[in-house]
Structures are given as structure tokens and as C-alpha cells.
């Protein structure tokens, strides 16, 4: 920074007195005060920082240059070797104090002026450089280490492998790991924590594997960290060997390590293995009770998790933060609001209501159980909000199916001068692609763009997903082709964009192209090609895409292969259909469905029905859809009674209440079978108003059956709730012509034409 003058008076001074080095003061190692300045010009007093950030770059240079050789003072030469270089305690207070560029370059100086610092002098700066990621700096230190031939030290090596790791380099990392001339069981865990905590948890393994090869005991940090490892992965067999081994090292009553085997068992599934490694812990305390109810919680198992939660307040155990929050996940997966209610109230009485991690839970946990309302009631009282509990009220109304209150909410955000993150604009996209608010989505991407957030692959995904379902397929497109990194997830998001706007073609066409790419379809991909091949009969596509899920093992996937029975039945091979539903390892409710409509599709009204009743008989529940499908089997085979019969009984001995589709398959039975006048009562006692689609199946059977009246009464009905309906003026039309009413015909015609109906 410059002290007094200008920068132009600076550049002349330098110009004039600067290049004689006689004619400044060198203040650096003497001065204790930092705002003294680093040179003071003898004559004018003008006086110069080496970082200062009004110095000009040429200035910086200068002064760089200048420190490689001695400086002039009076015409002396002056040592420019303090005093205190020698003493790595100036260097660890100006590392305290977030000086980190100081510090290091006070080493620098000293290795120029082959000054010995001790080893601690590079541990702290080493420290320094993890603590605030600075790579580069890092990479400073490391330079000086090898200039100072200590790349042997097994102390810095160990220090430099996990500064380079919790800098993101795991290259490096790797790099100094295998140069060390020797390693010892700090040296492995060092490494084996760098590949587990950067996701790389089979590399973690096989370096602990390499480590107890070499003879070296694992320590208790390296169970921690590699028994984490197998629960990411999840690796079971292994999480199990690791069990052993602890036991054989007598590590077995480490609390630490109690808790870590509670949580491998837990997310490798083995949810009883960790009540097991819970009930023997020798001492519990609250993150072992917090370990356990989440692996209830994470397995689904929400009742023994609360269960759990009661004995632990029994116990006389404190809940914290994080079982607060893992008890409110909970009760927002299984919307159970009277559980979220008493878990709220607790932590009233606890006294973390103010917390803002357990608010923004409290605001996405009201949401999910529907309670928006209250949810919103909960943030607006926040004392303090972050983007999370922005993004939990903006997703509360997304998933209510409040698109345009989550626009408005990320409104108020933006006044706020809160910075969304990727999970902002994430929601965010998908609100817009639910109303399909496009114009809004393209400001959204303006402002995505702007935040630096484009490259990431998640939002590029939702921006093609947002596009495409906004009707803006060629939008989807480029977003799609200009994006930096894809994965299966960008992939599907385009194929299912091309499948929703009905280009199975084209959908197919980039399945093809990702394969080529090396991409990995999942069995997202292949429910939506199925889908495409079934809307578009591409039965020869579909076959192909049958034996790609055989080779890739989806095949036992329960809706792939319910959707693999929907293809072929909608392609018209229900034989092909039942043989895959029969060879299916499980089987739900979508796939005795997907049966069920097949056969329905194709007029196999009494096969539907026996599949029905066989359905029920394993004790599988039908729901809504079974029923519009089996009435919808009754309709095309003329079964009127057993229709009649299946109706009245959903409700009444199954607990499904009849939607406008069941009003209207009934509509249709009735039709189909010629009881018109049934038809027309049976509208008449529904309990809800019927809608266009019931008045238009009335209206389709009397055209069938040529019944003026009844059509006329249908046509006024359905015109009422949707006067440019252009379907039920032909259906009209086509009743006038049969029975040869002219006049009727003119007038109809007339007044499409008034109505402006195409």
C-alpha cells in the first residue's frame, strides 16, 4: 500500500532513486509494528509495501527482484539476515495470525540465505496450507523441502500426502506417498484417509490390505477409516473381515469404533449385525444411540428408530443436533406428522429450536407431511436462514405441487441477497418444468450461467429435463450438447425428453449414441425406451432393448420388468407379455397391473378377471389403476355384470375410492353394452360433478348406438365444461348424419363455426 503521494509519484521515484538501492531503507526484519512499511525512501520518506495492493505490479517485481541479493543502506552493507530467522516461532505466529504469505516467504528467504530451518517451521506452514486448501502455497512448501534435502522425512512426507489430499490432488498425493523411502502406519492411514474421504473407497482398501502385508498393525484411525469406506461402497464381506481383525487387536471396546461398525452394518443393510455391535458396546453415549436410530431410519425401519429414541431419553442420554435432524428426516419419508410433531416439541424443551440446520429440517419435514402452510409459518420465524432453509421451503412447495410459490419464494431470496447454490437452481428448474413455466426457466438459466453453476452436471441435467417438458426439445438438445461432463443421469434426461414429445425414433437414436460413448444405461434409461417402444408399437426395438437388459442384469429389476410386460402387451404379444411377468423373481402391485391392462388392451376381458382374482389371492392390494383396467377389460368384453359388481366393491371391501377414470370406464361399460339410458342415470347419482371425458364417453356411445337424444344431452353437457371441443362437435355431427337430420347438421355446423372451433 502506498503510504503518501500517487502511484505516478511511486513509478518516478523508483525511476530515480530506486535503481540505487543506497537510497532506500530496508525495514523488513527489523520492524515489529506491520504497519511500518517494508522500504522507506531516505530522501522523500515515501514508503512501499511488498503486498501491498495499491503497489504497482512492476513495483512488486521490483522488491521481488530486489530480495534475491544484498540491498544497499547508506552506503553499508547490511546484513539482511535477522536475528530471529533461525527461530521457527516468528514463522508458526505469523501462521496463527493468517499470514500464511509471510510466513512462507520468511522461509523462502531463509533457504536463499542456506539458513537451516527446523523441521516444525515446514510443519506449520504445511498445516497452514491444509487448513485454509491453499494448494499452490503448498506446493511452495514442497519445493522448499526438497531444496532443503528433507524428502526423506517420514514427519513431512506423511504431512505433504494429506495436505495435497485435503487440497483435492490426490495425484500428488499419491505421488509423494509412493516416494517416501519409508512408511509407517501414520504414513498409510494418511493415505488410506485421502482415497476414502475422496470418494475412492475400493483404492482405500487395497492400500489397507498393502499396509498389513507390509507388517504393519492398523491403528484405530485406520479401522475408523476404512470400516467408513466399506459402508460408502457398501462392502459387507469386507466390513465383516474388518470386524475381526478389530477384535483380534483388542480394539473391540472402543467406543469410536463401536460406533463406526453400528453405521458399516447399518448402511450395508445388516440392521440387526448393528443392534448386535450396539447391545455389546461397553459405553454408549450419544453419537452410538444417534448411529443406531439413523441406521433404523436409513434402512426403514422408522418405528424401532423411534422406538430406539424413547429408551434413549429413558437412559438418561442428551439427543444432539444430528438426532434431531436424522428423526426428522424420518418422519418426512414416511410423512408421519404426529411422530415430527413430538420430535418438534423436544426440541423446543432441548433448546434447539434456533439451530439452523434443525429449522431447515423442521421447514422440510412439515412440507413433506403437506403441512406448507405451517412449514412456511415455521421459516418466516427463523431467526437465522441459510441457502439450505431456502432451498427445504422452496422444495417444500415443488414437491405440494406449488410451482409458482417457489418462483416467488426464489424472488424473495434474491432480494434477500442470499446466493443460491446448484440444489437451488435444481428445485428450482423442476418447479418450472411442472407449470411449464418456460420463459421463467430461461431466466433461470441466465442466472445459472451468471452464478458459474453451468458446468455442474446435475443442473445441466434438469436444464435439458426443464426444456424438454417445456415443449423446447431443440433447447434440450444444446443445452445437452454443450455440456462439459455428462453422466447416465444427462443421458437420460434427453432420451426421456425426446420419449415425452413422442420421438421414440430419435429417443432410440441416442441410446445407441450413448452406449458408443461408453456410458452405462441404468434402469431408468431402459424403463423410458420401453415406454418409447410401446407408444410407438417399435416391437423389433423393443425386443433388442430386452436382450440389453438381459446383458446388463436389469432384467430381475421389478419395473423394468414390469414395464418390459407393459411393451409387449401394448405391441400386441401378450404371450411374450405373460412369459416375462411369469418369469419375473418379484412381483408388485405395477406389475400385476401392467398384466392385467395387457390383457384389458386386447380384449381379453375374463383372462384379466382370473388374474385379478389370483392377484388377491397372494395378498397383493389392488389400487386406483388395477381397477380402471380390470373395468376397463369388463367394457371391451361386454362383462356389464361382473363390471357392475367390481365397482360397487372397490370402495366398499377394499378401500378404493372410485376417481373420475373408474366413472368413466363405467360410462363406457354401460355404453359399449347399449344400457344408455343407465349410462345417463349413472351420471346423473355421481357423487362428484363428472367432468368433459364422462360427458364424451356418453357422447361416443350414442354416436355407436345412433341415440339422438342422449347424444344431444351429452354434446350440451361436454361443451358446457369445454365449449373448443372440436371432438364433440364431430361426434354430433356424425349422430345428425346417421339419422339424417339436415337442419340439425346445418345448425351444429353453424355454431362450430360461431364458436370458432376447427
Known sequence: MMHTGKIVRAKQLWQEFFSDSSQWSDNRFLKKNPKYPHFTHKTTNESLWIEGWLNPAWIKSKVATMALGPIQSGGQLRSRVPHFLDNSGHV?????EGRLKEALFMVELMVQQNIPAPI???????????????????????????????????????ILVNMYAKCGSLVEARQVFDSMHEHNVFSWTTIISAYANLGKGEEAINF???????????????????????????????????HLDIIKSGFESDAILGNTLV?????????????????????????????????YAQQGFDMEAFALYEQMKEEGVQPNNVTYVVLLKACASIATLEKGKQVHLDIIKSGFESDVIIGS?????????KCVEYARQLFNNMHERNVVSWNSMIAGYVQQGLGKEALALYEQMKQESVQPNNVTYVVLLKACASIAALEVGKQLHMDITGSGFGPDVIVGSTLVDMYAKCGCIAHARQVFNNMHERNVVSWNAMIAGYAQQGLGKAALVLYEQMKKEGFQPDDVTYVVLLKSCASIAALEEGKQLHLDIIESGFESDVIVGSTLVDMYAKCGRIEDARQVFNNMHERNVVSWTAMISGYAQQGFGKEALTLLEQMQREGIKPNEVTYVSVLSAC???????????LFNSMYKDHGVRPTMDHYACMVDLLGRAGLLADAEDFISNMPIQPNALVWMTLLGAARNHGHVEIGRHAFDSAVKLEPENASAYVLLSSIYAAAGQRDELANLRKKMNEAGVT
Open 120 to 158: 516444525n517451521t515446514y510443519v506449520c506452514l504445511l498445516k497452514d496450507c491444509t487448513r485454509r486448501k491453499a494448494l499452490a502455497e503448498g506446493k511452495r512448501v514442497h519445493v522448499l523441502i526438497i531444496e532443503r534435502g528433507l524428502g526423506s522425512n517420514i514427519l513431512l512426507g506423511n
Open 635 to 645: 367394457s371391451h368384453s361386454g362383462l356389464v355384470d361382473k363390471g357392475r359388481n
Open 92 to 96: 508458526s505466529k505469523l501462521c496463527h
Open 361 to 369: 429440517t423442521l421447514v422440510d419435514m412439515y412440507a413433506k407431511c
Open 263 to 295: 453405521d458399516m452394518y447399518s448402511k450395508c443393510g445388516l440392521i440387526e449385525d448393528a443392534r448386535q455391535v450396539f447391545n455389546k458396546l461397553h459405553e454408549r453415549n450419544v453419537v452410538s444411540w444417534t448411529a443406531m436410530i439413523a441406521g
Open 208 to 242: 489397507f490390505e498393502q499396509m498389513k502385508q507390509t507388517g504393519i498393525s492398523p491403528n484405530k484411525v485406520a479401522f475408523v477409516v476404512v470400516l467408513k469406506a466399506c459402508a460408502r461402497i457398501p462392502a459387507l464381506e469386507k466390513g465383516k473381515q474388518l
